[in-house]
């Protein structure tokens, strides 16, 4: 074996079609691109969403909605879940670290106790915000509730 008889192996290339490499190889001239007009041209890319010059669908399509930025996102936990982690884990105050822990909510999270199902354990709550009927219930069973 030699340099000379070196060929790569089986299926590994391809033959590629040589363009604009003179009319003698057939693929000269205009290089398969046709005669002139804008794809012609060196440098041309189009434009992502181009519709050849028709009003592209994103602005035909009116916008609609409203986002408002200084919306608070919550992660809400009902009464429910609270009473059944309670009795789970034996404890008797309920905070942000321990529903962390509980795997109910994220570090970044903000919490909202929300007043879905019963209550019967005198808890100790703390999260972002409770709503009303949440708040009633855990007073009910002389729970207190703190906003963090």
Known sequence: MNLSNL???EGA???????????GS?????????HKGQKSRSGYSKKIGFE????????????????NINRVEYT??????????????????IDREFLILAGMAKRKDRIKILGGGSLTAKLEVKAHAFSKSA?????????TTEIL
């Open 52 to 67: 050849g010059g028709q009003m592209p669908l994103q602005r035909v399509v009116p916008k609609s909605g409203f986002k």
């Open 76 to 93: 809400v936990i009902n009464l429910e879940e609270i009473q059944k982690i309670a009795e789970k884990r034996n404890t008797t105050v």
């Open 13 to 23: 290339t391809t033959s590629q079609k040589r363009i604009g490499r003179g009319q």
């Open 7 to 9: 060929q790569p192996a």
């Open 135 to 143: 708040k009633e219930a855990i007073e009910k069973v002389l729970g």
């Open 26 to 34: 057939g693929r000269g001239g205009t290089s398969t691109r046709g």
